[in-house]
């Protein structure tokens, strides 16, 4: 219903602020060094998405089909890893990675995968 109302150019932009987040806010809140290993090494991948990501003129070094394909990869691994901390009893590190993968989510979930023509 909602699919594609996200361009692709704004998606990338949100991928940084995503990617960001994930490399400092483990630091901020004080996650295990497991957790903050997990989350920014998650983060540097999806701050490389983000920059190699095709523009309106069709410049970047990843194909659009591919770059969706990493996003959804990206969001799984976010979510798998929050229930690996939670098990393990690392609360803060499971509502982190939870947020921020259910935000991947929500934003592919969102985009239209294909470059804005302006």
């Known amino acids: 219903m909602f699919r594609g109302r996200v361009p692709y150019t704004l998606h990338a932009a949100l991928e940084l602020i995503t990617a960001s987040a ?3 806010v483990p630091f901020a809140i004080g996650l295990s060094l497991d957790a ?3 989350a920014v090494a998650v983060g540097i991948i999806l701050f490389g998405l983000a920059v190699s990501a095709t523009d309106a003129e069709g410049r970047g070094t ?3 089909s ?3 394909t990493y996003d959804a990869a990206v969001a799984l691994v976010l979510v798998g890893a929050a229930i690996v901390f939670g098990l ?3 609360v803060p590190a499971l509502v982190f990675l939870l947020a921020a ?4 989510l929500t934003l592919n979930g969102f985009t239209r995968y294909s470059p804005t023509r302006v």
């Open 22 to 24: 994930l490399i400092a």
């Open 101 to 104: 993968g259910i935000a991947q």
């Open 88 to 90: 393990a009893g690392e």
């Open 36 to 38: 903050t290993i997990t």
């Open 62 to 64: 990843l194909p659009v």
């Open 66 to 68: 591919a770059h969706a």
